[in-house]
């Protein structure tokens, strides 16, 4: 059995290592706000490339607070408008309908599945006041036409690097350093994952920096001083901790992902599957594989790999604009993101896959 992705595996490959950073927390007796969090902060802002990183209790929380900060700060107001991938997790969404504004969903790129920059500038209005860019499946979704156009019209540019830890733009920064704010997520599963939830934003704003450390704190500055109705989400010591080891094996995991990525671009041959443009390597952090399945033949090849002991998932089945939580949209037609939602499938990728494992995916895959 080759599961999609074996957490376990994963923890292994460093697991005396997180082990030693669990237990010096344990014996610490420091479990919030302290010196792992201190640490982990500033190593992980060193790597992405920012002058501040905050750390909070997951990815969803960081991109809330990113907006919740500018509507604080009088950037942005409830009702205003935001532009966002049709085709990313419903993370992304909520983070701006939690705040009251407004997204605006725009197609992604077929060839890319990342948003189609083509698109962006017919969907700014005067209520429009940033675009936020997804680098999903981990590949780099920023480009400078949505750069310049963010200058242009004065907006603000957020990332969600959830699924990019160390993926790079064509300049040589990382995802995460490339627009004004970035909300990460370490859910287990991501490149970079905790032993639970965990999530940072990233920026070089000071005022927002300081906006959002407040708002997850409780709106609170100073010990029992609220300036802000904030709410308690904090990032666990434990997880600082464990976060820490496994950011300095991050390039080196990430390395492997490249790897496995570089076998199935090389040797997936068969006609039905087609496969996203080829980034060159630094440009792909490789959180998830997709592929596209022509034919309507999607599920009959999830089955058919799951028949031979391959797990494959989904990413992802409906699209936000098909949702119940957003019937309001149910009935746009968005062509791109519904095709991918019917074609997508992810094949196992991970910094613990065997060479063996990957060689036997794609022999089932091209004899489908
Ligand atoms: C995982 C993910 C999130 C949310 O992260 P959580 O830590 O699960 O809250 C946000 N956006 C994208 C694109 C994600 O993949």
Redesign the pocket.
Known sequence: MIPFLSLKDVTALHGAEINEAVTRVVNNGWYLQGKENERFEEDYAKFIGTKYCIGCA????A?IWIFRAYIEMGVMQPGDEVIVPAN??I??ILSITENGLKPILVEPKLNTLEIDDDLIEAAITPRTKAIAI?H?YGRNAYTEKIGSLCKKYNLKLIE?N??AHGCKHTDGRTTGSIGDAA?H???PG?NLGALG?G?AVTTNNPELAAAVRALANYGSQKKYVFKYAGRNSRLDEIQAAVLDVKLKYLVEDNAHRKLVANYYYDHINNPIVSLPDRLPDAQNAYHLFPILVADGKRDALHDYLEQNGVGTVIHYPIAPHKQECYKEWNKISLPITEKVADAELSLPIGPAISNDEIQQIVKLINNF
């Open positions: 997951n990815g969803l929380d991109l990313t997790y993370a992304t997804v999903l969600d959830a699924q909300g997520s370490f859910y991501k939830d999530g």
